[in-house]
């Protein structure tokens, strides 16, 4: 078979078109080579007939429906500009794909709409992915260089190119985002966002809109974006090319200046701006032209504060910002100069003085307005070394302006290019960029109907870039024909070196432009003529023509097209020129960013501006133009883009109108053309565009080859079976791995195949036929002999229900007949028994009425008699009552004369006031108390009084001495001393008196207190005996007095105990907790004089030749944590308990002693050496600490004490008058209600105060310290604990937590190293140094820390200290005092370990989030290929999928052949041994489900987006695949016990997305089916898997169009707001709760240490 053969019936070709360039058509009948025509019957029905005048003049074929939308348009059966043009419409208009591969080169077309397909979730999905796997898009090509750059180490470029309006910025602008974010740091200004900062800028400065495009960029930049060593960004650096200056003085029609302008403009309101002296946009000359103010859906005001942030964010300051908007206000009033002519011919021009813009102009820059003025209007000239100053006229000093303007805004904009640069250079200590990948945002091929000096500059560097294309798609075919080692002759494709050679070469036509520049009276005129004469006169230059009629224009034959270029303009442009009296002045302004912007560079390659032109002869740099700038600095790109691997990226435009999804077939190939695609289809064309590896040419084109599976097999099949299916041995190619194959050729296969399966069909047909008529006939006669059955035994069953009637007939005459006369009997006897039962009732009512009668007559007679009884009894009884009460008034007031007697006894009083005279005593004793101590205070102040006097009399002899010893001639001198010390003695003597005279105050109103005391005591006696007289009234009068009394002692001793209680814990609280810190500063600057001291003492004792052990095992006595006293703790108030000794005894006893002391008892406890011990006058100075503490304390007791006293006489002076003013039933039910309440809060206050003992004081400490055997706290008794000495603390750390091996710690029992730091700290917390045990708790939770992090890629170990945490946790929140505990069982902590548990709990989260990382990080490259590209279903995918894509990806990497069930087991060992370690340690069920739940979720999300972005994956055969990998993984999850934790759940997207691909997709049924089954999936995400699926074999059906629409109506009711969201967010990370579950009590014996752990100086306690 030949390709003519393919011509044939129905087959599709593409004919020309005027409208759609191209149209598809079906042949009518065969094609002979003997016709002239081909009969067709085009799309839209009608019938054509198409010349052809030889084979070589037929159409081209249409490619096979099944290739339709294919991603990659080399993958096409025929491979030409028809099926290129269609397959990109069919992509762009049904599919909404705006991105398609052609090779490689990714062609983006611009949808003029907003696509949800550049977030975050997308990056994710495309960020470490094949290139080849996924669908094409802008982060696939930076993905692949990106890629290509870290593994090869190379550096990469990126050229995006295409006409204005195509997309060009936004693609530059989401490569630089992608780089961003898969190369960024966590840093908030890091590089990353300085260059994305860079876009705003650039735009603004740069960008316009012009006809074709709202944004469009008027300079082409290059970006490098240097990357380090491991890949993360670390600095950019921007070239730009050929601003387009001329836009800043003039616009065209329906276009705009650049955006800075309009952005300040919108903002000439702000304050800051106001001194800019703005106006609307409409009010200026360079605004105004184009008659555009304003771009629909564009906030000026807006862009301009994204603007300023992107400045401030690359590091220029607001002042320097605020210059920059100044020089560009002074652009737009440069542009509203009114110049005006003067003179009779106007070759004079002038400017009035009083012009406001110039003015503006002027005061902006800091110039001289004047001299601005002056030369505008005037020129310099030189002639014969004379300076002439020659006025201009009105047009050419509009020019000078214009030419001004545009030198400041270039100037301007090389400025802003240099300062970002400055900004996006490397900042991490200069370290080089490893390599870079550069972006290039440059113009595409432009051509209008009047074209310039720009479009000439933008035209020639699109040559430059399609040759430096068309080399490089060359050498990458050679490449792969060398690599296969092929037999293969030259390609031969169109250079365009000629073109070039016509532009930049030896009189070209840059060279006779600057020729023409360096003139004195060069004209455009005569350089179109030194052109039209150079290239066609003497020899004729194929790629240069002449138009019919000169008028100053020449046309070139660009690769692209035939472009006609206006000479008019050509030497201005070029020339850019400037005078140079006017940089002068613009050089000596008083801005400093204006000076700056116009000083001379050194560098003659940065000046872009063009020349100045000066008066006399400038510097060589000065006449550069701006052609040779541009040629210059293309070379360099084109020199840079060499030295990389190229990717390029080709923007189309669709349509001209910019509306969303418009296709426009004539647009859209002439950009193809232009742009290289086409080109590249060519040169692969030309060679073997087809290609497959000799598997998957077996696989595909097994059942025409024949033979075994296998590589070897399938190469021989392979080799053997080609010349046999193709006679021209010129079609195809066999090479190392591969075999190629001409255009057309794969065509040709797929119709041989076709019709064997055709062929194979008809006899599978015949065979499937006989056997359904056999089935049909054994069917029937089944049937028949079913219904015969059944017939017989109908009559059969009728014959015995005939017979059963007869019988049952029979039954029912002889039971009716029973059943009448059985009626009658029972009637009969009924009647019989109711009148016998009515003659019975009438007798028993006649007896029970007489019976009645009878009853109430004797009742009444009985009431009677009992009336009687009662009155006698009455009458006797009140006679016995008044005799006994005259016989007990006797008795009683022989009783009452009795107790009156008693009541006035002394003894009886002393009785009832028993409890008074106690609280007197007790007063009594506290005043006794007092005065010894003012005696013990006046015994103290004469010690000090004798010490002074002591040291003055030795100040005395010593300066008896001194005088002695002076000579005469200072006497006067020795006066003053004199004077001095006697100052001072009397200073001394003052502070004495002072002293005395206060602590003599003190003791007179101790001596008040007490008799005041002594006086309320009589007048309580005085009070109670006048009471006592003055009731005369009775017994019960005396009584109600004595409970008055009673109850108003016991509720003035209520109520002081609820003040004294009550105010000195609350009122003072604040008070005392500052005084208590500054005791605690005190003992603190106390505690460093006494190590100081015992430093001192141990340098004295080494010295006189004793050795001591290391300092570090000295007992410390440290100040308890302000930490560990709660807020409420009455430490520092409380007294110490009445049954120890006095504190001051003892203490002097315990240092003065010589004998061993308690300390020293404690000192042995504790295993310390002698020679650590402390020394008597280190105890000393400690008891002197102590005793300063004391002394504070006992006087803020002593005034506690004066305000008790205060308050009671307060309420005492209330309960008096409270008593005289009401009634003395009230006052006693008033003063018992006050009394409950009382009681109440007492009892209250009680509890609090228990509670608030529990924690630990300052003089518990310093009782323990000092006599540890006199302290009575009580200490529960807990065992089973291990000790560590506080010098085996890190040695304990570093055995158990920091050098803890893999190796050693696997074995262990899980929470072994918890539970020995548990242990420890309850030993640390039980001796009563909390300080030590919290210092322990915060270096176990730093040590775990930094062994998490030194196993930052360890599963097991990770999953170790996962649980040790979390028991340790468990185990502090289990004896924490705030914890609801059991005294029995549990013993709780002193101290509170809140800030230990929390910071346990934000380890444990650690923990878990680092053990979620490293299994993540070892799936991710293994979830899509487990999932979605496994065959775990042999053969399911074989020979039934359509052609693969015929060549892979640069950046792609090779892929292992047979590891498709690795994969999915690959899958599987990460969960098995995450879920191992997990169980290893014994974590909980629950958190092992919710880590599951995580990992699970992150698999389903993952391949979910991969699926959405593969068409390759969106076919039957590989949903069937899917869904058995994915019941796999069901499968493990239900073995291990994982399904309850939602881990089932998060795979419910990827579930519902292969149900989709497994359904019907035809009818409406089917469309409702899919709605209800698909619920977890949005609208988006099912439209999108409808859009991308792909039959993979002839046998299947895309889906329709009318389909999707239809499913799309359906979906419209659930999808209102709801955010359109295409992927799953991959990094949603869910919440974890850790269970708490308390830990069974521990002891140490139930710890198995091995020896291995080297802790065995832990002692058990």
Not at 743 to 768: D, N, T, W, Y
Not at 1212 to 1225: E, F, K
Not at 1442 to 1471: I, T
Request: proline content about 5%; overall charge positive; hydrophobic content about 40%.
């Amino acid at each position: 078979m030949t390709s003519l053969d393919l011509y044939s019936k129905g087959a599709s070709v593409w004919i020309p078109d005027a409208d759609a360039v191209w149209v598809s058509g079906l042949l009518l009948r065969d094609y002979s080579p003997a016709e002239k025509h081909l009969l067709l019957e085009l799309s839209d029905g009608r019938e054509a007939r198409y010349p052809v005048g030889s084979p070589a003049d037929l159409p081209p074929l249409g490619n096979p429906d099944i290739l339709e939308g294919e991603n990659d348009l080399t993958a096409l059966s025929f491979l030409h500009e028809p099926a290129v043009l269609h397959n990109l419409r069919v992509r762009f208009l049904d599919y909404s794909s705006i991105y398609t591969y052609c090779g490689i080169v990714l062609v983006a077309i611009n949808p003029y709409d907003q696509l949800p397909i550049y977030g975050q979730e997308v990056i994710d999905a495309y960020s470490g992915q094949d290139a080849a796997d996924m669908e094409p898009h802008i982060f696939s090509v930076a993905e692949e260089a990106y890629r290509t750059m870290t593994r090869e180490e190379n550096n990469q470029s990126i050229i995006i190119s295409g006409e204005s309006g195509s997309g060009k910025t936004v693609s530059a602008k989401f490569t630089m985002r992608y780089f961003a974010v898969v190369g960024g740091a966590s840093q908030q200004t890091s590089v990353e966002e300085r260059v994305l900062a860079s876009n705003p800028i650039m735009e603004s400065i740069g960008n316009a809109k012009t006809t074709r495009n709202d944004n469009s960029s008027r300079f082409g930049k290059y970006i490098e974006i240097g990357f380090g060593r491991r890949g993360d960004i670390i600095g950019a650096n921007m070239r730009t090319y050929l601003l387009e200056k001329s836009r800043v003085v003039f616009q065209a029609p329906a276009e705009r200046n650049y955006h800075i302008f309009y952005q300040l403009c919108a903002s000439r309101d702000l304050p800051e701006m106001r001194a800019l002296k703005l106006d609307a946009p409409e009010r200026f000359r360079y605004t105004s032209r184009g008659g555009e103010m304003q771009i629909p859906g564009t906030d000026d005001l807006l862009d301009l504060e994204r603007t300023c942030t992107a400045f401030t964010v690359l590091g220029v300051q607001p002042d320097q910002q605020m210059e920059l908007f100044r020089i560009l206000s002074a652009v737009l009033h440069l542009g509203n100069v009114d110049i005006q002519a003067s003179g009779r011919t106007s070759e004079r021009s002038y400017i009035d003085a009083g012009d406001r813009p110039l003015a503006l102009f002027s005061k902006l820059l800091g110039v001289e307005g004047p001299q601005v003025a002056h030369w505008l209007c005037h020129r310099r000239l030189a002639v014969g070394g004379e300076t002439l100053v020659k006025p201009v006229s009105g047009p050419q000093a509009r020019e000078a302006r214009d030419a001004l303007a545009k030198h400041v805004y270039g100037r301007l904009f090389g400025w802003t290019v240099r300062r970002l640069n400055a900004g996006l250079r490397a900042r991490r200590g200069g370290e080089p960029a490893a390599s870079f990948i550069g972006v290039l945002d440059i113009y595409g091929f432009e051509t209008f109907e009047r074209n310039s000096f720009e479009q000439f500059c933008i035209n020639y560097a699109n040559e430059k870039l399609q040759q430096q294309f068309n080399r490089h798609v060359f050498h990458l075919e050679q490449e792969e024909y060398v690599r296969e080692e092929l037999s293969w002759s030259r390609i031969e494709f169109s250079d365009n070196q000629q073109c070039i050679d016509l532009l930049e070469g030896q009189l070209g036509v840059f060279d006779l432009l600057d020729e023409e520049c360096r003139m004195p009276k060069g004209s455009d005129e005569s350089w179109v003529l030194k052109l039209c004469d150079q290239h066609l006169s003497s020899k004729r230059h194929p790629h240069f023509q002449k138009p019919r009629v000169l008028n100053g224009a020449f046309v070139i034959v660009h690769f692209a097209d035939t472009v006609r270029y206006e000479g008019d303009g050509f030497l201005a442009k070029n020339r850019d020129t400037v005078f140079e009296e006017l940089v002068n002045i613009l050089r000596a302004s008083q801005s400093e960013l204006v000076a700056e912007l116009f000083q001379p560079q050194g560098d003659a390659s940065s000046v872009a501006d063009g020349s100045v032109r000066p008066g006399k002869r400038a510097p060589r740099e000065h006449k550069l133009t701006v052609g040779f700038q541009f040629r210059r600095s293309l070379q360099m790109l084109m020199d840079a883009l060499n030295a990389t691997s190229p990717h390029y990226v080709r923007c189309i435009k669709p349509n001209d109108l910019k509306a969303a999804f418009t296709f426009d077939p004539r647009r859209t190939v002439q950009q193809l053309r232009a742009c290289g695609v086409l080109e590249t289809i060519r040169i692969s064309a030309a060679g073997f565009p087809s290609r497959w590896t000799y598997e998957e040419f077996f696989s595909r084109y097994r059942l025409l080859l024949g033979g075994l599976p296998g590589r070897e097999h399938a190469r021989a099949s392979c080799r053997r079976a080609l010349p046999r299916l193709i006679g021209d041995p010129d079609q195809y190619c066999f090479g190392k791995t591969k075999v190629f194959f001409r255009a057309g050729q794969v065509a040709l296969l797929e119709r041989l195949r076709g019709e064997r399966l055709r062929a194979a069909s008809v006899v599978i047909q015949s065979r499937v036929r006989g056997w359904l008529a056999r089935v049909a006939h054994s069917r029937v006669r089944r049937a028949t002999v079913a219904i015969q059955r059944y017939c017989r035994g109908a009559a059969a069953r009728r014959l015995a229900s005939t017979l059963r009637y007869t019988k049952a007939a029979l039954v029912i005459q002889k039971t009716l007949r029973m059943v009448l006369v059985r009626q009658m009997f029972l009637m009969i006897r009924q009647a019989a028994v109711t009148i016998q039962a009515f003659t019975r009732g009438a007798l028993a009512r006649f007896r029970y009425r007489r019976l009645v009668a009878e009853r109430a007559a004797v009742s009444l007679q009985a009431a009677v008699r009992a009336w009687l009884a009662r009155r006698a009894y009455r009458r006797v009884r009140a006679a016995a009552v008044f005799a006994q009460c005259c016989a007990r008034r006797g008795a009683a007031r022989r009783a009452l004369r009795r107790l009156k007697t008693e009541a006035r006894s002394v003894e009886r009083f002393r009785e009832l006031n028993r409890g008074m005279e106690v609280k007197l005593m007790q007063l009594q004793l506290r005043a006794d108390q007092e005065a010894r101590e003012v005696a013990a205070l006046k015994e103290t102040l004469r010690a000090e009084r004798q010490a002074a006097g002591a040291e003055l009399a030795a100040l005395r002899e010593k300066l008896g001495c001194q005088e002695q010893e002076k000579p005469r001639h200072r006497a006067v001198v020795s006066e003053k001393e004199k004077e001095e010390v006697e100052e001072e003695r009397r200073r001394a003597e003052e502070k004495a008196a002072q002293e005395i005279l206060q602590l003599t105050q003190e003791l007179q109103v101790l001596q008040r207190e007490r008799e005041s005391l002594y006086s309320e005591r009589e007048d309580l006696s005085t009070r109670l005996f006048e009471q006592e007289k003055s009731q005369e009234g009775g017994f019960f009068s005396i009584m109600q007095m004595l409970v008055k009394c009673l109850v108003c002692f016991l509720l003035s001793v209520c109520v002081c105990v609820c003040v004294c209680e009550s105010a000195a814990l609350r009122t003072e609280l604040d008070e005392e907790r500052r005084k208590y810190q500054g005791l605690l500063r005190e003992f603190t600057r106390l505690e460093q004089r006494y190590d100081n001291l015992r430093e001192m003492s141990l340098l004295t004792e080494r010295t006189a030749g004793h050795r001591r052990t290391d300092s570090t095992c000295s007992l410390s006595l440290e100040p308890p944590s302000p930490t560990l006293l709660s807020p409420l703790s009455p430490g520092p108030l409380a007294p110490f308990p009445p049954a120890l000794p006095d504190p001051e005894e003892v203490r002097r006893v315990s240092v003065t002693s010589p004998t061993e002391t308690p300390m020293d008892q404690l000192m042995e406890a504790m295993d310390m050496a002698r020679d650590a011990r402390m020394s008597t006058e280190d105890l000393a100075h400690a008891y002197d600490a102590v005793r300063v503490a004391n002394r504070f304390l006992e006087s803020q007791l002593r005034e506690q004490c004066g305000q008790r006293e205060e308050e009671l006489e307060a309420l005492r002076v209330q309960l008096g008058q409270a008593a005289a003013a009401s009634s003395p039933a009230a006052q006693q039910q008033e003063a018992q209600a006050l009394l409950e309440a009382r009681e109440h809060e007492c009892v209250r206050l009680r509890r609090e105060l228990k509670e608030l003992r529990s924690t630990v004081s300052l003089r518990r400490v310093v009782a323990q310290v000092v006599n540890p055997e006199t302290s009575s706290w009580p200490t529960p008794s807990v065992s089973g604990l291990l000790e560590c000495r506080k010098r085996d603390e890190a040695k304990l750390l570093k055995n158990l937590v920091t050098d803890l091996r893999a190796d050693g710690a696997l074995p262990l029992p899980p929470g072994l190293p918890a539970s020995v730091l548990f242990l420890c700290v309850r030993q640390a917390d039980r001796s009563g140094d909390q300080a030590r045990a919290r210092a322990l708790c915060g270096a176990a939770v730093t040590a775990v820390k930094a062994a998490l992090k030194k196993h930052s890629s360890d599963v097991d170990m990770t999953a170790l200290w996962l649980k040790n945490a979390c028991l340790l946790h468990d185990l502090l929140t289990q004896h924490s005092p705030k914890q609801p505990l059991d005294p029995d069982e549990v013993v709780p902590l002193a101290s509170d370990p809140g800030d230990v548990v929390r910071a346990l709990s934000d380890l444990c989260i650690q923990a878990y989030q680092q053990l979620l990382s490293i299994t993540e990080k070892r799936l991710q490259n293994v979830i899509v290929p487990a999932l979605l590209e496994s065959e775990t279903i042999a053969g399911l995918s074989g020979s039934a999928g359509k052609p693969a894509p015929s060549r892979k990806r640069a950046g792609s990497d090779p892929r292992p052949a047979g590891g498709d069930g690795q994969a999915m087991s690959a899958l599987l060992r990460e969960l098995g041994a995450l879920h191992a370690a997990l169980s290893r340690q014994d974590l909980p069920p629950t958190l092992m489900e919710q880590a599951f739940g995580q990992l699970t979720y992150l698999i389903s999300a993952s391949a979910f987006n991969s699926l959405l972005l593969r068409k390759d994956m969106c076919c039957w055969s590989r949903g069937m695949q899917i869904r058995y990998n994915v019941s796999l993984l069901e499968e493990w999850l239900r073995r291990r016990g994982l399904r309850a934790g939602g881990a089932v759940a998060a795979l419910e997207h990827l579930i519902q997305a292969v149900q989709l691909l497994q359904a019907g997709k035809k009818t409406d049924g089917d469309a409702q089916a899919l709605v209800q089954t698909c619920t977890a999936l949005s609208s988006q995400q099912i439209v999108k898997i409808l859009t991308l699926y792909t039959p993979q074999s002839d046998l299947e059906e895309r889906v329709s169009l009318n389909f999707i629409r239809t499913v799309q109506g359906l979906l419209k009711g659930r999808s209102e707001g709801l955010t359109p969201q295409l992927l799953m967010d991959v990094r949603r990370v869910f919440p974890v709760t850790f269970p708490y579950s308390p830990p069974p009590v521990l002891h140490a014996e139930q710890l198995v240490i091995p020896d291995s752990l080297k802790i065995s100086f832990l002692r058990r306690a």
